[in-house]
């Protein structure tokens, strides 16, 4: 079951997500001139890199300039996340000697691939 809640507190907001013992948290401040914008958000952790990308594209089709950054401000396209981080955290499940690890593991590298498929088909929208 996924829960989300969402801490609407004077200068600060905070967006919390949940499934089973899994969490992402977004504190999403507004930085003001003329008009209210969102510039970024700090986010922890604590979950599948599947289930990242699931809220992800969740965000994309509400905000489509929602993107994923570093601590150095490097931009992450659904593709390189997958590619730089989600990948090499999964390669040593593919690469296991026990077959069950292995079956998990190349499940959840075609998560990632259908989570792609779900971001093209937002661009393309």
């Known amino acids: 079951?996924?829960?989300?809640?969402?801490?609407?507190?004077?200068?600060?907001?905070?967006?919390?997500?949940?499934?089973?013992?899994?969490?992402?948290?977004?504190?999403?401040?507004?930085?003001?001139?003329?008009?209210?914008?969102?510039?970024?958000?700090a986010?922890?952790?604590?979950?599948?890199?599947?289930?990242?990308?699931?809220?992800?594209?969740?965000?994309?089709?509400?905000?489509a300039g929602a993107w994923l950054h570093n601590a150095d401000c490097w931009m992450f396209s659904p593709e390189m996340f997958v590619r730089d981080l989600a990948l090499p955290a999964l390669a040593p499940g593919l690469r296991s000697s026990d077959e069950a690890t292995r079956v998990r593991a190349q499940g959840t590298a075609h998560s990632y691939e259908r989570a792609i498929d779900a971001f093209r088909q937002l661009a393309s929208i």
Do not use: A
Request: charged share 35%.
């Open 1 to 41: 079951m996924v829960e989300t809640t969402f801490d609407d507190r004077p200068g600060l907001s905070l967006f919390e997500w949940r499934r089973d013992d899994r969490s992402v948290v977004l504190e999403v401040g507004e930085f003001e001139d003329e008009s209210p914008i969102w510039m970024g958000s």
């Open 43 to 63: 986010i922890e952790t604590d979950c599948f890199f599947s289930d990242l990308l699931e809220l992800w594209t969740g965000l994309q089709r509400r905000v």
